[in-house]
């Protein structure tokens, strides 16, 4: 759901039909090699960093968010998703995906078919995202706008009050 509601508040950027592809295909490649990685390293990082990855992405959050504020102001362009912001993307939505990977034993012996199925589904949901945000844009612009702020922001504070 991370996945489908950033790629909303993208999709209400206009981004082109291609970028679209791209990240929906990267995020449903992270999303299959997070919980893999969770499973090999997940315990260790914990055990010997205590990194706690939900404030990096609030942070990254945040900074879209200022971003669609300011393009409250300008015309309608078409918003240029980068290389580096669609992998900044694509792993930031699947931070979730590596915690997953800890406790994936506990769930299914086949790890494997288990992050198919979720990178499959998050692939498809960030498309699905991606593409209502598009269809809101065209058909209500401005309102559509602040409809992806008001998302954006409810994501940011859910995740603050998150534990």
């Given at each position: 759901m991370d996945a489908f509601t950033l790629s909303l508040a993208y999709g209400?950027?206009?981004?082109?039909?291609?970028?679209?592809?791209?990240?929906?295909?990267?995020?449903?490649?992270?999303?299959f090699i997070m919980p893999l990685l969770g499973n090999i390293l997940?315990?260790?990082i914990r055990k010997y960093i205590g990194f706690e990855s939900k404030?990096?992405?609030?942070?990254?959050?945040?900074?879209?968010?200022?971003?669609?504020?300011?393009?409250?102001?300008?015309?309608?362009?078409?918003?240029?998703?980068?290389?580096?912001?669609?992998?900044?993307?694509?792993?930031?939505?699947?931070?979730?995906?590596?915690?997953?990977?800890?406790g994936i034993n506990y769930i299914t012996n086949n790890?494997?078919?288990?992050?198919?199925?979720?990178?499959?589904?998050?692939?498809?949901?960030t498309f699905l995202g991606f593409r209502?945000?598009?269809?809101?844009?065209v058909k209500a612009e401005k309102q559509a706008k602040y409809f992806g702020i008001v998302i954006l922001f409810t994501v940011i504070i859910y995740f603050l009050c998150k534990q």
């Amino acid at each position: 759901m991370d996945a489908f509601t950033l790629s909303l508040a993208y999709g209400l950027l206009n981004i082109s039909r291609k970028k679209i592809y791209i990240t929906s295909l990267l995020v449903g490649i992270f999303h299959f090699i997070m919980p893999l990685l969770g499973n090999i390293l997940g315990n260790l990082i914990r055990k010997y960093i205590g990194f706690e990855s939900k404030y990096v992405l609030i942070i990254v959050l945040s900074l879209i968010l200022i971003e669609m504020i300011r393009s409250l102001k300008e015309e309608k362009t078409e918003y240029n998703l980068s290389l580096l912001n669609i992998l900044v993307f694509s792993f930031l939505v699947s931070m979730d995906s590596f915690s997953l990977g800890i406790g994936i034993n506990y769930i299914t012996n086949n790890i494997l078919l288990a992050s198919g199925i979720f990178s499959l589904l998050s692939a498809s949901f960030t498309f699905l995202g991606f593409r209502l945000g598009k269809y809101l844009s065209v058909k209500a612009e401005k309102q559509a706008k602040y409809f992806g702020i008001v998302i954006l922001f409810t994501v940011i504070i859910y995740f603050l009050c998150k534990q």
